[in-house]
């Protein structure tokens, strides 16, 4: 039978992937930005910055502690990336979002697994590239797409199992047999699996299960409870797996943004490495919006790794301020060993 031999969890937002000189490009992303969702309140940039005051976030976002801040999120990416690398899987399973990057608003399903032989990361089009410039949202173009195109592996035969042992527990999933296409040809891997294998696979050529969730579009967005179960489903079915295969499961994305919210974070991530799962799956759905949502993949993982003997370690939280509104990434890196 297969084995889980590792869980990770790591934050993959834009500051992880932009020098801390360039974190005030995404500030003013943010200032331009209709509404931001702040725990269950949803606030303008100036009715954020007055509601948070007196946290005083200016010392927050002195270039110095930036620059701290930075580095030690590299250190901790590093780490993750060679513990990961060193455990040699044979499959890396990654619980993502997808960002509207392959599904949009003709159809959005809940959760879908992809089932094809093969999955395609392709490098920034120029179109593209120029596009995200020019929105504000910064040169961080790399760490999620690469240089030249490239094809990843997918292990099949897990993808289409795990799609029938969430049917038969009656979790109905979308099943993804095909990578999409669009107007401008073949939808790109989102971000979440980018990251992974870009970063802390640095391009290692193992195949990939991408588990995607809807966490940011209403309104058919999972429960945490649901995300939590459906991990269970898929812990299972690694366990059942008449393979010899060793198998890591990745969650992608998280904690808090793009408002930080350190006291929430902790929250999640001392129910995260207590095992304390009746705190994860009451958390109420207004708390998951936007960025924040991908703590849902943790959630998911959390449910998969439920039923090994593995805790989860928090190697490091760093929150990334780049606003006086207290915007940013609260960035967290873990394992379950
Ligand atoms: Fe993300």
């Not at 200016?58 to 502690?65: G, H, L, M």
């Not at 930036?66 to 990961?84: F, T």
């Not at 590239?129 to 292990?155: F, H, M």
């Not at 960025?291 to 993982?301: A, D, F, H, Q, R």
Request: proline share 6%; with cysteine; aromatic share 10%.
């Amino acid at each position: 039978m297969a084995e889980i031999i590792l869980g990770v969890g790591s934050s993959h937002g834009p500051l992880l992937n932009l020098p801390p000189e360039e974190w005030e490009v995404r500030a003013n992303f943010d200032r331009a930005q209709p509404e931001l969702a702040f725990r269950d309140g949803t606030y303008t940039f100036p009715e954020l910055a007055e509601l948070r005051a007196c946290d005083e976030f200016i010392d927050q976002c002195a270039i110095e502690v930036k620059r701290e801040r930075y580095v030690q999120c590299q250190s901790q990416l590093d780490e993750l990336g060679a513990q990961l690398r060193a455990a040699d899987p044979d499959v890396v399973l990654i619980v993502g979002d997808d960002q509207h990057e392959w599904f949009f608003e003709d159809t959005q399903p809940a959760f879908a697994v992809y089932c094809g032989d093969d999955v395609q990361n392709l490098t920034w089009s120029e179109a593209a590239r120029a596009e995200r410039i020019k929105v504000g949202r910064g040169g961080d173009l790399y760490s999620y797409r690469p240089e030249n195109d490239q094809t990843y592996p997918v292990e099949r035969e897990l993808a289409e199992l795990i799609v029938g042992a969430a049917m038969d527990a009656e979790i109905d999933v979308a099943a993804s047999m095909q990578q999409p296409t669009g107007p401008d040809g073949i939808r790109n891997i989102g971000h979440a699996y980018g990251f992974i294998y870009r970063r802390l696979l640095q391009d290692k050529p193992i195949p990939i299960v991408p588990i995607l969730q809807n966490t940011f579009y209403p309104p058919n967005q999972p429960a945490p409870k649901r995300c939590f179960e459906l991990g269970r489903v898929i812990g299972q079915t690694i366990r059942d797996w008449k393979s010899d295969k060793r198998v890591a499961v990745v969650a992608s994305g998280g904690i808090s943004h793009f408002v930080v919210d350190e006291e929430w974070d902790h929250k999640m991530l001392d129910a995260l490495a207590g095992g304390d799962t009746a705190t994860l799956i009451n958390e109420p759905n207004i708390m998951f919006r936007s960025g924040s949502s991908e703590t849902k993949n943790w959630i998911t993982v959390a449910g998969i790794m439920s039923e090994t003997t593995s805790a989860m370690e928090l190697h490091g939280y760093v929150p990334c301020y780049r606003s006086e509104a207290g915007t940013g990434s609260g960035m967290a890196f873990a394992t379950w060993r």
